[in-house]
């Protein structure tokens, strides 16, 4: 069975400009949250997705947004990069939310 | 303060040690609680979930939650050194109507030869 898959795994941008990762959940999973995970501040949620509605939102900006398609796959997207969003952003996705998520890899993002 | 606190250690025991990993948490509203791993440069594994109060086993890893003091723990007996890595204790809070993680900062371990 196919886990949560990111991409992609590493990306290297610089201040200003917009990025879009990518995160497919395992099959049946509708659930899927985004995770900002750095040194400082450790792992920060930043919003969750469930049937293509967003059920919950973290404190962070409005240059952070994301959507869920159909097939439950979904993206997020940082506009207007700054150095300080240069994080591990993690993608989960769960059946029910309550038993716990499964978590991706990550993509790495490097803003310089 | 944070809502879920959880000592960063570093932790380091040797193996076949018995391993204790604590946090406590603020927020009343948490019904559902998990343990994750993290190796370096990957994403969390979930080990266990539980919800109520009380100790639940899966091999070698325990989870004891008591909802009455906000404490969460997870046991490890017989720690090796494939152990080695950071766990992080999360909890739900459902009542918003959705699904959110919150985390606690990690407890470093390694488990030493």
């Known amino acids: 069975k196919a886990g949560v898959t990111q991409t992609p795994r590493y990306l290297i941008k610089t201040r200003g400009q917009q990025v879009t990762l990518s995160c497919s959940p395992i099959?049946?999973?509708?659930?899927v949250s985004w995770y900002q995970q750095t040194p400082g501040q450790g792992l920060q949620f930043l919003f969750e997705?469930?049937?293509?509605?967003?059920?919950n939102k973290g404190n962070f900006p409005g240059r952070f947004s994301g959507r869920q398609f159909s097939n439950s796959r979904s993206e997020m997207n940082v506009s207007t990069l700054e150095l300080g969003d240069s994080a591990l952003y993690l993608c989960?996705?769960?059946?029910?939310?309550?038993?716990?998520?499964?978590f991706g890899s990550g993509t790495r993002l490097t803003v310089v | 303060q944070k809502e879920v606190e959880q000592d960063p250690g570093p932790l380091s025991v040797p193996e076949g040690a018995i391993v204790s990993l604590n946090c406590t948490y603020s927020?009343?509203?948490?019904?559902?609680f998990m343990w994750y791993r993290q190796y370096s440069r990957k994403g969390p594994e979930l080990l266990m979930y539980?919800?109520?109060?009380g100790n639940k086993e899966d091999g070698r890893f325990t989870a004891q939650v008591d909802k009455s003091s906000k404490y969460i723990s997870l046991f490890i007996r017989d720690s090796q050194p494939s152990d080695s890595a950071t766990y992080l204790c999360?909890?739900?809070?459902?009542?918003?109507?959705?699904?959110?993680?919150?985390f606690g900062t990690g407890t470093q371990l390694k488990v030493e030869l």
């Open positions: 999360a909890s739900i809070d459902v009542t918003g109507g959705g699904n959110k993680l919150t």
């Open positions: 989960a996705s769960s059946l029910a939310g309550e038993h716990g998520y499964t």
């Open positions: 099959s049946g999973h509708r659930s």
């Open positions: 997705y469930f049937s293509e509605t967003q059920r």
């Open positions: 927020n009343s509203a948490f019904q559902y």
């Open positions: 539980t919800y109520s109060s």
